[in-house]
């Protein structure tokens, strides 16, 4: 049985989220599904989308350190290395089609690298590069690359020191860009131009196919004096025969000169920091807190172990809602670097691939103490407590389990529910409920009664969305309130209480042995309690009516009509103290009305009881308008039924 839990999508922010997953590489389309819950049917096709995005964040990191490793022997040791720069058209090109954003790239500039690095191999020199292109598509050949991460905010001062202080460029280059013009006069400002080797491509070999001519460039590029030009898509030695000649100069007897406190002090992100501070980053975070509360409630185990210790079947659950929302939380957790939302939402999936049987739900504790390892790696003083900043207030159920609190937070509970804040109450209600069977104070009976007040309008809150789950707590609050009875039983009236609610939905469910076994023993219980209690004649009325609209519903008319007609001899005994039971007695008339007109013979018998209920019609608008507006056409419709009796 499907059980949604409460949970609702997220609005706005998804499409500037989406364009800062470039760096996931071709893997930016497992996150996207992951955030717009449009996962495969096939378990082991979405496991790849779930574990796929970790080893590309795990990949930037160690091409990441693994630059900042070998530049810092560098400047301990004086060792030259080589920077690496490129205009990115050469080898990558995105283009957004639709809601879809898709990549183009080739081998050119790879192809490249993979030359340069077999040239530097036998004298051990770091060729070293700043994140772009297609770094988060392709791995390096020997899966040793170096690739610094940078960002906005520090890439000027990075590429500053990486520029001072290279023994040789080389700088792949097809189209003018911003970025290419900026580098190209740091290059010129650092007085590093003969050391620069600039390789031409021509722009139709690239992904990005925009018009650029090698003369423009190289005219543009007359000050440098290393200049080359290849003129297929594919270097081959005979076209880096002068490059590889020129780098060789360049590198002999070559020392690092110069300081990288920026380049080695930067540590590792996959964001942008315009995106940290922007409004969509600020509204996602708050969205994967909330709903990230919603689950930690869902899935704790204090309420599933006190349901499964009373005998109370859940097994059959499946949790939809929480299915999609929490791959979409492990997404945009992702897109926003939030390793602590990473790691809890996929505790969540794997108990959600545990209730489906999957055989890979196990290695999800293992992804998730990945995750970690590269927090540490990112973060290496502690990640930023982003649950502390985004999320509304302390977490309950963090807070010392007292009796006091679980009562506070229904009462909020009840004033979301009455202010139509069905999320807020949903979280609420079972916050309260796990709090109330934690807590150890107090009087051990109040807290079970108070624990079952909790289950039972929770039951009734969830009866118009969850029916499948509220039943599940209204056999809590039921089991509960028969122990409190079976110690105090002037509170046997709590159980024929929980029994009709209980037995009123699954009426509306078609359940009609159920709740006729409900309604039945709420009758008993109700009979059997003093008639001088509190609303002992209003519920006694009520359990008779409902077993009597039951009785209708599965055909036992005479049965009907036996307890219609108790109930009515009730509501004429209530008028004598209590007016407003006008209003009951005329919707009973209408009741045994309609069920007198299914009854052989009895017709003439239902008009006269919808003739009574008219008469009463008077003095039900003067208590409620509405109502008798109400009645009235149901009294027509019964009097037509009748009609002809």
Known sequence: MSVEGGICPIHGGVVAINDQLYRFGADEF?????????????????????????????????????????????????????????????????????????????????NLQEWLEQHLADDKI????????????????????????????????????????????????????QGVVQEFDLIRAAGQTRRCLVLIVDAQHTPDRGAARTENIAASLSDFPHVFEQASANPGAA???????????????????????????????????????SKDYDETEVYIWRQMRLLRVMFDDTYWAALKAHGIAFEHFTFPGAWKVAHQLYGLALATADVAAIRESLRYLELLYLFRGADFALVFPHLAAQYGEIAQQMNPDGPPD????????????????????????????????????????????????????????????????????????????????????????YALALKLYRDVAAADPAKAGEVALCLNNMGSLQFRRQDFKSANAAFSEAITIRRGLSRDGKGYMVDLYTSLANLGLLMVETGSFDRAHALYGEALDICEQRLASEPGAVLDLARQRIWMSRCLAKMPGRKADGLEHARRAEALLGSVERINPQAATDLRQAIDEVAKANAGG
Not at 35 to 49: C, F, H, M, S, Y
Not at 434 to 455: H, M, P, Q, V
């Open 30 to 110: 497992a996150v996207g599904h992951l955030i717009n819950g449009t996962l495969p049917d096939d378990d082991a096709e979405r496991w790849k989308i779930v574990e796929a995005p970790r080893w590309h964040i795990k990949k930037l990191v160690d091409e990441h350190l693994r630059a900042q490793a070998a530049l810092r022997e560098c400047q301990d040791t004086g060792r030259p290395f080589v920077l690496f720069l490129r205009s990115f058209a050469t080898e990558h090109h995105r283009m957004r089609i639709d809601k879809e954003v898709r990549s183009i790239y080739s081998l050119s500039s790879l």
């Open 126 to 177: 770091p060729l070293v590069k700043l994140h772009g292109g297609s770094d988060g598509f392709l791995s390096d050949v020997n899966g040793e690359g170096k690739v610094l991460s940078t960002h906005a905010h520090n890439w000027l001062p990075v590429a500053t020191e990486l520029i001072q202080s290279a023994s040789a460029i080389v700088f792949l280059v097809s189209h003018m860009t």
């Open 239 to 277: 076209h880096l025969d002068g490059l590889g000649q020129a780098l060789i100069s360049l590198l002999k007897g070559a020392r690092m000169k110069g300081q990288l406190n920026e380049t080695l002090r930067t540590g590792f992100t996959y964001l942008e920091p315009n995106f940290v501070a």
């Open 386 to 473: 982003t649950e502390a900043r985004y999320a509304q207030g302390p977490d309950p159920l963090r807070l010392p389990s007292r009796m006091d609190l679980p009562v506070e937070l229904f009462m909020v509970a009840e004033k979301a529910r009455q202010n139509n804040a069905p999320e807020q109450a949903t979280y609420l209600y079972q916050a309260a409920l796990i709090c109330a069977l934690r807590a150890k104070d107090g009087d051990e009976a109040e807290r079970r009664w108070i624990t079952a007040n909790i289950a039972r309008d929770w039951a009734k809150f969830q009866s118009h969305g969850q029916q499948e789950w509220a039943l599940v707590n």
